[in-house]
């Protein structure tokens, strides 16, 4: 096992190069520039635009340097934590990103955890109660979640929050609470603003999640150890949970990979349409500009994240279920 | 003297100057043939024009803001506080109440760059046009100019930066000797507006409040460089920036605030500090009524009362009357809904004539009106076909009058306007408002009527004579005569009119499409010639009098739309781009190097009209509508907005020449 994981370990380094390259390459590769991009929106702005000080950021920010070598130099520094700089904010990226990334854990955990609620009990209860009126009612009813689109969906929930219960429209807190530090006030705040995108962005993943546990725990029902320990006179409940219900959760665990990252860039769509304080708005934004490091920084996050999450979920796997072995390595 | 004469003027026509512009504007004509006269001492004289006398000082009151914080020694009391001549605005006299202190403006915005609305809107300048376009000594307390070559600038003694350290000659020597002459600070010199025939001027200090800039050669662009919505600053904070120069600070000093600013030299450093028009460094004194007090980046900025902000009403309180602003930033699709809850207090940015009827639909419930402001440009939506394309047939058809001609004839305007803007907008041809001295009918009417023969007959000489089987012409290589038109996706509503040009075009046998892009890519393509022609607004300052500079009517910068390669050479003095090679174009230019060696405003004016003429003649840019109108909302419980005003960035600074300092809620709830 240990060696697995060394060997697993060790092959994420090659895998997050390729992608950093990628994602570098992939940017660059556009036409224009920030420094473009820069003109063009102070010339928008009424600026006055002096060539000779733009020449002097692109020298400032390295981008009169051979791309290969600004490569390595945000590589280097991506090495020392160091996330390199936001053109657009003038900030080092770590403090642009700053108290976004908790309001963003915060938005994600409690969508992630709303999922889990409604899915499981309905898909449990679909399983267990096949082709009834309760498992049609249930999963038209998901299914409708999944096939809405988000954005039109958080804008009649703007709508209507605004006109029932008074909330301020958009946002994660009202904006009175914006620069506060944390108090009980800013909390309810918080929690009052959001259930709304918990329920938007949960439903669709509501959907697709009561269709899987749905058909997983339907092919273990039917197996023969179920109708052995049925025969031997277990009760319902113990014969659902002890066996077929965790053997049905394999594909739940094998979606952790997907979890992680999703918990730092969840909802990037609802994000703006919400106009929530997370860093999924900041992202887009920071593609829209061209500012480079920002938005190639979050990128690599979410490519260590997806990477660090596959291999959690496959050691979770091999725990979980006595019929996975490491048997790769042993083999060859 | 020029506000005697045109008091004088107006009351001699009988006319009351304020709710007609364009009246107002007659009067800034006749005064103008009076050489470069010296700009009298700030007096808000009012609406009728009244003489110029320096109204007698009020004796200050403590806004109650700083009453704490006086109380405790923390802060001097406002009589010491202001200079010891302050700007006195006379509100009765400009048709306007006396406020109160007091209360917050709530405004919401999209991006961090937005905070450089507060340098706009507040429009605090060395010398500020007032609401008559008429100039007026305001940071200054007066400006001798002799000829247009010798600039003596007085200050106001004892005016003070925001942080309560004198404002002084040295804060004018340092940006002269320190930035704009430093080779490092400032790479290519001293900005454009302090060139005359290519030479900077000399500056003196003739005393502690009193500096003066001498040119060989006139150079009128200078006040109206200062005065603008995005000034040419030519002072900065000197003993504020002292501590990031390399000439003063101690090296060890020095390098540890470049470390910590994680930048890469002190240059780097002192630029990012002193940028006085992005407002983003609250630590950077400032002279503007309102001054940033929170650290990017954040959700929400906030702007506090500048306790020695040099301005006050008549009753002696210290202006603004506002405490704060707040700028709350979000998503700029929803800043319409959020302003329709009542969650802004006076709000226009972002808001767009569309959203109209929903904003008013919010009015009773949230306690706001919404009005409507007109917009300032020379054309809402005007088509700018591509001198610089590189397509060589639609090149030469651009390069054509008739052609131009004829597309601008076969628009109906009328029809754009009562289908899209409920027939609120004018018809006009892309030229000065109505509002601005130079505006005569003719510029306005110059090919924007609806004439299908005339524009049919036009084409058939130009020789699109052969015709495709389903009546489209013909272009002489073959192709059929299908014009791509092009705009910034960021304006939804040009789509639509060009759904109407397109119809209007196919009588005459020429298909139009729209395609919308990205603004970067947008520009990119015009200005490599990629695109034939595009959409976009029209003139920007479309109310100018003869002291602006008339740059946007000739080749002059590589991002105008008609002749990007043209003025991409004149802006880069021959480096970049192509010299005119078309002999109007090239008399434009001409025109406009006249402007700025003229050394009279009679002279100015005369190129103003030739240019005007010229480009109305030559319909380089086919104007559709103007006159649109900007939703204003403005909560109920505030007064001294302007019910209907201009909507535009020049020369109005938007809110900036309406004085927001003198904004005030009415009642005390703030």
Redesign the interface.
Known sequence: MLRYLVRRVLIMVPTLFVTSALIFTVMSAAPTNYFDNLVEEMQAQGEKVDQARIDFMKHEYGFDKPPVERYFWWVGGLLHGDFGYSFEYQLPVRQVVGDRVWLTILLSFSTIVFTWLVAFPIGIYSATHQYSWGDYGLTTIGLMGLAIPHFLLALIFLYFSNQWFGLSIGGLMDPKYFDAPMSWGKFTSILSHLWIPVVIIGTAGTGSMIRAVRANLLEELHKQYVVTARSKGLSPWRVLFKYPFRMSLNFFISDIGSILPSVISGGELVAIVLSLQTTGPLLIRALQSQDIYLAGSFLMLLSTLTVVGVLVSDVALAFLDPRIRLLGGSTK | MRAILAALVAAVLGLAVLPAPALAGNAIEKVEDSAAPAIPPAVDDGAEGAPASTLPIPTPVETPFFADAVAAGKLPPVAERLPRTPRVVDLPAMGRQTGRPGGTW?MLMS???DL?FMT?FSYTRLVVFDEKLRLTADILQSLDNQDDKVFTLHLRPGHRWSDGQPFTAEDFRYWWEDFANDKKL???GP?LALIANGKPPRFEVLDPETVRYTWDDPNPGFIPAIAS??P?FIFMPAHYLKQFHAKYADKDELAKLVKAA???GW??LH??KSRQ?RGDNPDLPTLDPWRNT?Y?????F?FERNPYFHRVDSAGHQLPYFDGT?L?L??P??IP??TA?G?ADIQARYLNFEDYTFLKAGEKVHNYSARLWEDGHGAFAALFPNLNAKDETWRNLNRDVRFRRALSLGINRADINNVLFFGLARVSADTVLPQSPLFKPELAEAYATYDVAKANALLDEVGLTKRDTDGTRLLPDGRRAEITVETSGDNQIYTDIMELVGSDWAKLGIRAYVHPS????F??RIASGSTVMSMDVGM?NAVPTAEFEPNALAPT?D?QYQWPEFGLYVQ?SGSEGRPADMPEVKKLEELWQGWRRADNLAEQRAVWRDMLQLNADQVFAIGVVNGTRQPVVVSNRIKNVPETALWS??PSSYFGLYMPDTFFYADSKG
């Open positions: 709530r991006d961090q760059r450089r706009v400032s790479p290519s900005p919505a995005n040419t994680k930048v890469s240059v780097a630029e990012r028009y929170t990017a980046p954040a959700e929400q906030r707040t709350t979000g998503t699709t929803l809904a959020k809850a969650d990205h603004l970067d890519i520009r990119q920007d910068q991002s880069s960035f020049q």
